[in-house]
């Protein structure tokens, strides 16, 4: 694995967010909280569990201090979530632009759960919150159409196709 494939995987995962984005504005401040199913019951816990995953391990990583994992009510609504969002993609962003193939071999202790002490590099943290990120959008692409809307399509198939055609 390369900087640059980490970087791809973050860049989709960020595509397919915005994309999210535009469906999640459409929920009634209700539907957002509302527990519906899942691991997190509503969208809005889903996301912030995604979020609060992402910032922790980039911490572990190296990158910017996330603190305590972050609280659903902190976020009662789509745009505070959202604004919070961009803050830790440019903090992601920024962070893989400091690294170098090296660097993603670099082994990183840490606790999960607290009191389970585990290894992994770099890379693969990297890769792991990436793909993490990946399995909650498909639970809130769900959550969404319960409640009566259509997310679209967010698979990296369409993302691949929209940059090529956007001569990216």
Not at 46 to 62: K, N, Q
Not at 66 to 92: F, H, M, N
């Amino acid at each position: 694995m390369a900087v640059h494939d980490l970087a791809r995987r973050y860049d989709y995962g960020y595509w397919a967010n915005q994309k999210l984005v535009g469906v999640l504005t459409q929920l009634t401040p209700e539907q957002f909280t509302q527990n519906v199913a899942g691991s997190y019951g509503s969208i809005r816990n889903t996301l912030v569990h995604t979020l609060s995953a992402e910032w922790g391990w980039l911490d572990r990583c190296g990158g910017p201090s996330r603190g305590p994992a972050l609280k659903a009510d902190d976020y009662p609504t789509v745009s505070s979530l959202v604004d919070q969002w961009a803050i830790v993609e440019g903090y992601a962003r920024e962070f893989l632009g400091t690294l170098k193939d090296d660097d993603l071999l670099r082994v990183v202790e840490f606790e999960l759960p607290p009191g389970k002490p585990r290894q992994m590099t770099v890379g693969e943290m990297l890769e792991h919150a990436a793909n993490h990120a990946v399995h909650h959008r498909g639970q809130v692409a769900l959550l969404l159409r319960v409640l009566g809307h259509t997310p679209g399509n967010v698979d990296l198939l369409f993302y691949d196709a929209e940059k090529r055609s956007a001569g990216a």
